[in-house]
């Protein structure tokens, strides 16, 4: 009876078990979650089954594994089921990389990037390039409706394909993508720079600048736009794909160094406005000066990424102290200028040196830290969330008769300092009770139990149904 009894619990722990059954990659790097027989048969995989069909590997809630092999003998169909130990599951896959060593590159091929890269492409294709092609190609004048649809239609179809054909059988990695992605849209704000640098007297001749000139103007103006636009944004995009190779770019690597080209171009454009630049006959100094910074950020921030190893949750927090630093320096400026100023000099100066100051902070920070993704972002929804509180408050306390708006500046800023601290404050608490200087691992497996007189297990595989690991954190 106790025997019975016994055989039901477990029964009913490994019906379980199996139910919550999560599948794993064999090879994370290239997304192979299933070996078939055309791989097995290419990468000399599996070749103890004589009629080998396909492979899937199972992660169980006790994280242990479990390996399926399904096989033919004659014309029956058979399932071959080991369960594995987190040890053996390591040993296994190392046993399947060192034997497609030299056999199959593809499944080895780091390809994680490969899909954010396919629907940067997309997106940009759907939202700028078709529209562009069409506007370059002057199609809107056409009688006919077909020409700029079929237009718009291939541009756009193709902005998949040919990524998508020329990354197949090659690596692309997460910052590759990214910073593909990145040279496509600044790429398009750059080559716009570039053409009204080289002719700036867009849409009219007016003495006074009008900054409309830029957007809207005559229909060659828009043509010569768009154009450079296109040109450096293709560049730009191909250009950031092989540079994250070239220097070996991580995901928050290459963040960093995006980080450092936006906030170069934004130094300039601000420098810009403090010398008064903007005016029809300066604006291309102007320009060229946003040009220039954001050279000089992109440079910067290489070297940020050389000294030190940033993750994405780094790159995160950083952009959320450079924002930060800004609105704090506003808000101490808007107390000592009257409502009645238009001058945005002040403002511009400050927000300068509230950016400068922010960046520094942070990068104080992150000294000694790697934040994780999650908590980079739990920061900046911190940050945020507690600034727009603290404005939410401040509406609320100014009388509806007033336009001054220091509380309003001071609400802001107060809250997106508390936010920020506040998660840090969380995120630290969370670092310290995960950081331990060992990791122990204790697996249960029952279903071992069941397997140890099975007839499709091979001699030499013994199932452990308990293990236990220790691991040092140096």
């Known amino acids: 009876m106790k025997k019975i009894i016994i055989s039901v619990i477990f029964s009913l722990i490994a019906i379980f078990v199996m139910a919550q059954e999560k599948q794993v990659p064999f090879f994370p790097e290239s997304g192979t979650y299933t070996i078939t027989k055309k791989i097995a048969a290419k990468s000399g995989l599996f070749t103890e089954y004589k009629n080998f069909e396909e492979a899937n590997m199972y992660i169980l809630p006790d994280s242990s594994f479990v390996l399926e092999v399904d096989y033919t003998e004659g014309n029956q169909k058979l399932k071959d089921r080991k369960a594995m130990s987190k040890q053996e599951e390591a040993a296994f896959i190392l046993q ?12 080895s091929l780091d390809q994680s990037g490969r899909p954010a890269l396919l629907l940067g492409s997309t997106i940009m294709g759907l939202g700028y390039y078709a529209n562009a092609m069409n506007v370059m190609l002057n199609t809107y004048d056409n009688d006919s409706y077909k020409i700029p649809m079929a237009t718009y239609m291939l541009t756009a179809g193709l902005s998949f394909v040919i990524p998508y054909t020329t990354t197949k059988d090659i690596p692309v990695s997460r910052a590759q993508a990214s ?50 636009g296109t040109l450096l944004s293709a560049g730009e995009g191909v250009m950031g794909f092989h540079i994250a190779k070239k220097w070996n770019f991580s995901r928050g690597d290459a963040s960093i160094f995006q980080l450092g080209g936006d ?45 030190h190893e940033y993750t994405l949750g780094d790159a995160i927090t950083l952009r959320t102290t450079l924002f930060m630093g800004g609105l704090v320096s506003n808000t101490i400026v808007n107390y000592f200028v009257p409502d009645n100023n238009d001058n945005s000099k002040p403002y511009t100066m400050a927000t300068i040196a509230g950016c400068a100051a922010g960046t520094y902070f942070g990068m104080k920070q992150l000294e000694g830290k790697n934040l994780t993704n999650g908590q980079g972002i739990l920061i900046g929804l911190g940050s945020t969330a507690g600034s727009l509180i603290g404005l939410g408050l401040g509406f609320l306390a100014m009388p509806e008769d007033s336009n001054n708006t220091d509380i309003l500046f001071t609400g802001a800023s107060l809250g997106a300092i508390g936010g920020y601290f506040l998660s840090s404050k969380f995120i630290r608490k969370k670092i310290a009770y995960n950081n331990n200087n060992f990791d122990i691992n204790l697996a249960f497996n029952p279903t071992a139990l069941f397997l140890q007189n099975s007839n499709n297990l091979r001699p030499d595989y013994v199932p452990s149904a308990a293990s236990l690991s220790l691991r040092w954190v140096l």
């Open 96 to 107: 399947l990389r060192n034997k497609t060593q030299g056999k199959d590159s593809s499944l």
């Open 179 to 228: 910073l593909m992605f990145h040279g496509q849209t600044r790429g398009i704000l750059h080559g716009m720079a570039i053409a009204y640098i080289i002719d700036h007297d867009y849409g009219n001749d007016n003495n006074q600048y009008d900054p409309y000139d830029y957007v809207d103007g005559e229909e060659n103006d828009r043509r010569i736009r768009l154009t450079f």
């Open 263 to 307: 906030a170069g171009a934004g130094f300039g454009l601000l420098v810009s406005d403090a010398f008064d630049l903007y005016d029809k006959p300066t604006a291309q100094a102007a320009l060229g000066l946003g040009m220039i910074g954001s050279a000089a950020g992109y440079y910067f921030g290489k070297k940020l990424a050389d000294r």
